[in-house]
Nanobody, 129 residues
Framework: QVQLVESGGGLVQAGDSLRVSCAVS????????MGWFRQAPGKDREFVAA????????YYGDSVKGRFTISRDNAKNTVSLQMNSLKPEDTAVYYC??????????????????????WGQGTQVTVSS
């Protein structure tokens, strides 16, 4: 059974930085494309960032480009999201997700929540103004 467990969420002020991480177990981590999504109350789940299984390609949502950085460590089975210059509108529950499809490597696939096979329980990030 594949498990994804997020950590690192919390309450910060606007302009601060925060790092959230996701530990993956139960499957060869390097075989998974990994993504981060977020969902604020009353809003749809939004794509934040993704990294291909080979680590060679990363993608970002328009609202976080230049501020957030996704990275993966295949030796530690973790994927992390470094969030800088946080804004109140970044407040949401952040979910990590994994996709098995080896052909899911482009933005169109990795940015859509539909294709992901595994999801974590989410971690709350709150940015105060």
């Amino acid at each position: 059974q594949v498990q994804l467990v997020e950590s690192g969420g919390g309450l910060v002020q606007a302009g601060d930085s925060l790092r959230v991480s996701c530990a993956v177990s139960g499957r060869t981590f390097s075989s998974l494309g990994m993504g981060w999504f977020r969902q604020a109350p009353g809003k749809d789940r939004e794509f934040v960032a993704a990294v291909s299984r080979s680590r060679s390609t990363t993608y970002y949502g328009d609202s976080v480009k230049g501020r957030f950085t996704i990275s993966r460590d295949n030796a530690k089975n973790t994927v992390s999201l470094q969030m800088n210059s946080l804004k109140p509108e970044d407040t949401a529950v952040y979910y990590c997700a994994g996709v098995r499809n080896p052909f899911c490597t482009d933005y169109g696939c990795l940015a859509s929540p539909v294709g992901y096979d595994y999801w974590g329980q989410g971690t709350q990030v709150t940015v105060s103004s």
